[in-house]
Each structure stands twice: as C-alpha cells, then as structure tokens.
C-alpha cells in the first residue's frame, strides 16, 4: 500500500513541477490588440521565449522601447522562424496584446515587414 501511495504521489509531483515552473502571461491583455510600429533594435533568440525590442512612438509621440514577448524558438522555428528573423534597424508593424500596466510592450500576435511581407504568427 505504502509502495502504491508514493508512485501516486511522485507521478502527481512530475505533472505539479513543470506547470510551477513556467511563468504565468497574466501581464497581458488579451482582450485588447495593439500595433507597434518602428525599428527593430534587438532580436533575443532564447528559452523559454523569443524576445523583440522595437524602438517607437509612445500613444504621447515620444520614442520608447517595446519589449515584446513570443512563442518558444522551437515553436516558432516550425513556422519558418530563426535567429535571423529580425536585425537591428528592420523596420516593422507588428500587433500585440499590451501589457495590463501601460508600460510599453506586449505579448506577439503578428507583424509584417516595411515592404508588407508578413511575420509569423497569425500571418500565415
């Protein structure tokens, strides 16, 4: 019975520890979209998600840096991603859900080159 208990009890704990381990996306509305549009000044290619910095106007005009969050690179690289996607100075349009505090930045919902070539995401 002890022998029973505890192989329930270590496969409970091998679902618990994965889903404590990855971090919440409450800090975005989701219910509200945003397009951002600017110049790409960094691309971060990392686990456990990618992260766009894009350099632009503010909702008062004034310049601010977007730090804009998205999938895994193992998700995105099967929808044609890489560590290329984006250079510092790409000029870009892309749409996210806002972060819920006003700061700027957001989560990645989809995004098009200056010459409309699209980007991932709900784009294709």
């Known amino acids: 019975m002890k022998i029973r208990f505890l192989c329930i009890v270590a496969a409970a704990c091998m679902v618990a520890v994965p889903a404590f381990a990855h971090h919440s996306f409450a800090m975005f509305d989701y219910n509200k979209e945003v397009t ?4 790409v000044s960094e691309f ?3 686990n456990p998600h990618i992260h766009i910095y894009i350099k632009a106007p503010d909702s008062t005009g004034k310049v601010a840096e977007y730090e804009i969050e998205g999938a895994t690179p193992d998700n995105l690289r099967k929808q044609g991603w890489g560590k290329e996607t984006f250079k510092p100075g790409d000029k870009v349009s892309v749409t996210i859900h806002p972060l819920k505090n006003g700061s700027p930045g957001g989560m990645y919902v989809k995004g098009t080159f200056a010459d409309g070539k699209p980007v991932g995401g709900n784009n294709q």
């Open 36 to 39: 951002v549009t600017g110049e």
């Open 44 to 46: 971060k290619w990392a």
